[in-house]
């Protein structure tokens, strides 16, 4: 097993995810088997109880672990499925060595953060290294690891020391630190490096010239590994760790490159109307964004997102601040489709209502997700089956007609790990849904969940009557998970989050039926067969997987 480092100095937040994102990517390119563990030094157990403002958002993995959104950068740039361990906290690493403690393990001794922290972290580390995480179930090669926040940080000191001290434990040749060693540093700067502060750098850093890597502003995080590769980052890790790379085409690369071109010379463009509660914070909503921005690449259009604060379309609004009420309605009416993402909490729900009302009634392509699903049905409810205070009872208890309500798993006494999370199966209860055939007209999806509240079952029937049907449904059919209208060009709502599993070449279905309705191509692509022409396809020289089977097949004339 190797192991490569990725710390950071000066502050947190400038790009060590992307860089061990992308330091895998071309290593994996290489043919090589990668796994990423991410290590956090806060105190929490986990992501879960974090407000989206704190770390942006949690992003849930199949096992139902709520984890760092950088966790999502590596499952989508090395198209890997992680677990819950690949993220370690301090608050993890201490609830293990108290529980062993309380168990008696440690025979009496006194138990401190030299040799006990130190050593726990170094066994979860090397424990972890060695499970599976491609579909194959081999043991992988290389784990890359990183270490959150920055080296001068009280709390990363733990996990300095036990770095240390596994670097002799493993043997050198098995383990490379990246930025603040004496192995490789990399530079964020908005511009490329002129050799001259290359050889400044080296020298007060104690490393060579060539182990100075610029890792400058790019146009696309797509381009970062191919950056690296230019530098010649897999050549110093050949050398530096021994690895058994060949000399031949990088097929994984060559798709990669592809696709950041065709990022950069994307003309036409469609836009998409995010409605939600925490706007003003982008890493909200990170993996939501990646999805639409790899459905909008798989169909040749530049992304143009219009975040709406919600609360911002309520009627109170345009009482105390009638410009950001009409500003806020200018954006959402001019929007190619809308998305209602998930949360939680009242505010700004009304907003979200009325903006699903607008895009019914406009028939206007929407997606709801997860809450965004929950408020459609109450819409639906108020507006056409004429139930006025029809609500969840997150937001109303006392509601006469109570369409979404709380699960049998939420403890209202207990906030962390309460929900239902993690990978869970949805059957579709008809042949003719939407949904099913962007699928690839499967019987069953599995995707991650999150939440608290489900739509009430026993309501279900007043619904499909009207023409709002619950095409998929958990494997008992007690639990409602996907949602269409009919006489809509795209009206869909999940209860799960479908982002979470979108890939850069493999976009998630819910979100590529927004893109193609948003864009006037879904019916031709369902009329084709759910293919797309020519020129909307990756070419297929890498020999990657791709959106979906008619994108693997196709050869694209833009790029042959």
Known sequence: M?????????????????????????????????????????INIDAGTFSPYEHGEVFVLDDGGEVDLDLGNYERFLDIRLTKDNNLTTGKIYQSVINKERKGDYLGKTVQVVPHITDAIQEWVMRQARVPVDDDGVEPQICVIELGGTVGDIESMPFIEAFRQFQFKVKRENFCNIHSSEDSIMCRCSTPLENSVKEKISMFCHVEPEQVICVADVSSIYRVPLLLENQGVVGYFCQRLDLPIETRPRKMLTKWKEM?????????QCSIALVGKYTKFTDSYASVIKALEHSALAICHKLDIKYIDSADLEPNTLKEEPVKYHEAWQKLCSADGILVPGGFGVRGTEGKIHAINW????????????????LAVCEFARNVLEWEDANSTEFHPESKHPVVIDMPEHNPGQMGGTMRLGKRRTIFKTTNSILRRLYGDAEYVDERHRHRFEVNPELKDHFEGKGFHFVGQDVEGERMEVIELDDHPYFVGVQYHPEFTSRPIKPSPPYFGLLLASAGKLQSYLQKGC??????????????????SEIAESISQEFV
Do not use: H
Request: net charge positive; glycine share 12%; aromatic share 4%.
């Open 260 to 268: 950041s071109d065709r990022s950069d010379r994307l003309l036409e």
């Open 2 to 42: 190797k192991y490569i480092l990725v710390t950071g100095g000066v502050i947190s937040g400038i790009g060590k995810g992307i860089i061990a994102s992308s330091v895998g990517t071309i290593l994996k390119s290489c043919g090589l088997r990668v796994t990423a563990i991410k290590i956090d030094p806060y």
């Open 359 to 374: 895009a019914r009634k406009q028939k206007k392509p929407f997606l709801g997700v997860c809450l965004g699903m929950q």
């Open 531 to 548: 293919r797309l022409s020519p020129r909307d396809t990756y070419s297929d020289q890498s020999g990657s997987s791709t959106p979906d």
